[in-house]
């Protein structure tokens, strides 16, 4: 069974960073691509970020980067972003997902952005 | 940026009720879309995926159509389990979720 369960969120003051990640099981995690998407409280859903199998490729949208890093490290199975001078508007739910056709997701960790 | 609009935004309708939910790209997207079906309180669940292709698990009564820039989400008879939020999502050139529809039981 393909599970994602993500850890590492909290509430975190603007300007400040915090780091998710993303534990793997169920599947070959080197084999996929995975992502990171967010959602706002009572928004819709936004893609945050992308990393292939090998981290040859990654991709961020325009609304984090410079600010995000994501990662992974296939030895643990665990994926990560890296969040940095955080803002009000990046709380949120964010989940880890996987592959490119996105089709199995975690339960999502929930991040709070607030002085 | 590929921009992906749903509609409509919110949607009434009966148990047995065949429900269209609609989705359109500002761009062609050559069928590169999924559906997504989010309970409250639940993480998304994929329904279809490459426009057409059915999750495994997912009930036949949901099924998907479209291409260029017009795709469909349809539920044969709806069911009192499938009210949820529903989202449409491309990945043909970036990644672009759609704002959703917002399914309810009339």
């Known amino acids: 069974e393909v599970q994602l369960v993500e850890s590492g969120g909290g509430l975190v003051q603007p300007g400040r960073s915090l780091k998710l990640s993303c534990l793997a099981s169920g599947f070959t995690f080197s084999n996929y691509g995975m992502n990171w998407i967010r959602q706002a409280p009572g928004k819709g859903l936004e893609w945050v970020a992308s990393?292939?199998?090998?981290?040859?490729?990654?991709y961020y949208a325009d609304t984090v980067k410079g600010r995000f890093t994501i990662s992974r490290d296939n030895a643990k199975n665990t994926l990560y972003l890296q969040m940095t001078s955080l803002r009000s508007e990046d709380t949120a739910l964010y989940y880890c997902?996987?592959?490119?056709?996105?089709?199995?997701w975690g339960q999502g960790v929930m991040v709070t952005v607030s002085s | 940026d590929i921009q992906m609009t749903q509609s409509p935004s919110l949607l009434s309708a009966s148990v047995g009720d065949r429900v269209t939910l609609n989705c359109k790209a500002s761009?062609?997207?050559?069928?590169?879309l999924n559906w997504y079906q989010q309970k409250l309180g639940e993480a998304p669940k994929l329904l279809i995926y490459y426009t057409n292709n059915l999750q495994t698990g997912i009930p036949s009564r949901f099924s998907g159509s479209g291409s260029g820039t017009d795709y469909t989400l349809t539920i044969s008879s709806l069911q009192p389990e499938d009210v949820a939020t529903y989202y449409c999502?491309?990945?043909?050139?970036?990644?672009?979720f759609g704002g959703g529809t917002k399914l309810e039981l009339k």
């Open positions: 999502y491309q990945y043909n050139s970036g990644w672009t």
């Open positions: 761009q062609n997207i050559n069928k590169n």
């Open positions: 997902a996987r592959g490119a056709t996105v089709d199995y």
């Open positions: 990393i292939s199998s090998s981290s040859s490729y990654i």
